[in-house]
């Protein structure tokens, strides 16, 4: 099945430093999703990406579609402490029965020091 | 007014039992997933389900079976818990095909 290689692990930033993360994967996906997850709950939606090349923003984040369908970027500026949680990416395939289910990259733990 | 709810939050219970964990959705959405998240956090697919088809990963144990009464429920049975099994289930739903999953709280299951 498809893998997404997700970098780095795990990072701990100063407060106001701004952090990027991103995901490669050896297949194509139609759509890419960044979620975050803070302790005790569920991955929440941060960002969708639908076309090739698309650079999409939400507050402080950034995320970016790589052209060759096979990456994705996320950048957080100017950190905060509540930015702290799990980043995760995810593929979407949307091409057939079965093959529209999330594959997740194994996640970015951030950590921001006050 | 939780958009995706899930009980129980956590789950203790005995190698071999059978339990179930329950999972609602307010949304009006069309398809439900399972996901298992073990204690590294790599969250898998286990199953996706809407009104047409039920879609299994193949490397779920036929121990667990989805069961929905209807479109707004999902629930996980799992029979003969083993060790293993501990980890934190997330139900999930979309609109359609739709990318943006909303995912419940979790229920942080623990065999003993």
């Known amino acids: 099945g498809q893998q997404l290689n997700q970098s780095p692990q795990s990072m701990f930033i100063q407060e106001g430093e701004d952090v990027s993360m991103n995901c490669t994967s050896s297949s194509i996906f139609n759509t890419w999703l960044w979620y975050k997850q803070e302790p005790g709950e569920g991955p929440v939606l941060l960002i969708a990406l639908y076309k090739a090349g698309e650079l999409t923003s939400n507050g402080r984040l950034t995320a970016q579609f790589g052209i060759t369908r096979k990456d994705s970027f996320l950048n957080i500026s100017a950190s905060i402490p509540s930015d702290v949680g799990i980043y995760f990416c995810a593929g979407q395939l949307n091409s057939g029965a079965g093959s529209y289910q999330l594959t997740f990259g194994k996640g970015t733990k951030l950590s921001v020091i006050p | 007014d939780t958009a995706v709810s899930q009980t129980p939050k956590y789950l203790v219970t005995q190698m071999g039992n059978d339990k179930s964990i329950k999972c609602e959705q307010n949304?009006?959405?069309?398809?439900m997933y399972w996901y298992k998240q073990d204690s590294k956090k790599f969250l898998k697919i286990m199953f996706s389900y809407n009104n047409k088809e039920l879609i299994i990963n193949e490397t779920v144990p036929n121990r667990f079976s989805p069961k929905s009464p209807d479109k707004a429920h999902l629930n996980l049975h799992i029979n003969s818990l083993e060790l293993g099994d501990s980890a934190v289930y997330f139900c999930?739903?979309?609109?359609?095909?739709?990318?943006?999953?909303?995912f419940g709280s979790g229920t942080r299951l623990t065999v003993v």
């Open positions: 949304l009006g959405h069309d398809t």
């Open positions: 999930a739903s979309s609109r359609g095909h739709s990318g943006g999953y909303t």
